[in-house]
């Protein structure tokens, strides 16, 4: 049975007129009004990072922050994910750079001041994390903290609902896109598992900091390994070009 205050969002944002896909972008958007916060991000996770993809995320900066977890495979929601503890930084500008050297610099230039990251798991299972944004520094107080993590326990519910129930396929597509959407990637990272004869995690790190070397999206360097125009290898360089397969 759920706690009081997450039974009361569970029943806000399910009015039952939208379906249920629409549930985790109005429990974001009933996040952002309930709290003092900028904005809000819900992204899929696993054992080996962030790679799931994002759910639903409000308007502005907290998109762009979320794609930018993903692709560069650190910051709080990591962190969160990995360790299974909030990531409560409410002062960005004092350790945001030492603590993620990629990035910290672009959380910073995006105007975000602090972030609550808060993992989102079923005992041992890892089924993603809630993010919070905030454009000013400050810490969440006591009665914010227990607020934030009741919409987050309202998100692992959220989540476990959408994997079991498919409304007219609405609600299943959702989670099902949110992984198609880097399904380049997975696939991506299969490939080099066999050229590089590693682990799955250890090719998406390697695809992952290509990605940032390059100052690419980690889905367009992606999409070069699957069309075979980018090899990796285990040469000085790394990888290697091709000429583009047709």
Excluded at 18 to 44: K, N
Excluded at 178 to 198: K, W
Aim: charged share 20%; glycine share 8%.
């Amino acid at each position: 049975m759920p706690r009081p205050r997450v039974a009361e969002i569970l029943t806000l944002i399910d009015d039952g007129a939208a379906g249920r896909a629409a549930l985790p972008a109005r429990l974001c958007q009933e996040c952002l009004a309930a709290l003092a916060i900028s904005g809000v991000g819900l992204a899929l996770m696993t054992a080996d990072g962030p790679t799931g993809g994002i759910v639903a995320a409000t308007d502005g900066p907290a998109q762009e922050m979320e794609e930018l977890q993903f692709s560069l495979g650190e910051g709080p929601c990591v962190d969160a994910s990995s360790s299974g503890r909030p990531v409560l930084q409410p002062d960005l500008l004092k350790d945001a750079v030492a603590r993620w050297p990629a990035f910290g610099p672009a959380v910073l230039a995006a105007g975000i001041r602090a972030i609550f990251a808060f993992p989102l798991q079923l005992g041992a299972i890892r089924l993603g994390v809630l993010d919070l944004y905030r454009s000013t520094p400050g810490r969440l107080s006591a009665s914010e903290l227990l607020d934030a993590l009741a919409f987050a326990d309202a998100a692992t519910q959220v989540l476990l609902h959408l994997q079991h129930h498919d409304d007219d396929n609405g609600a299943q597509s959702m989670l099902t896109d949110a992984f198609d959407d880097r399904a380049v990637v997975h696939q991506a990272t299969g490939m080099m598992t066999v050229q590089l004869d590693v682990s799955l995690a250890h090719a998406l790190l390697r695809l992952r900091a290509h990605a940032y070397a390059t100052e690419r999206h980690i889905c367009e360097v992606a999409a070069d390994v699957v069309d075979r125009s980018l090899r990796f290898d285990h040469s000085d360089a790394g990888s290697s070009r091709q000429a583009r397969q047709c």
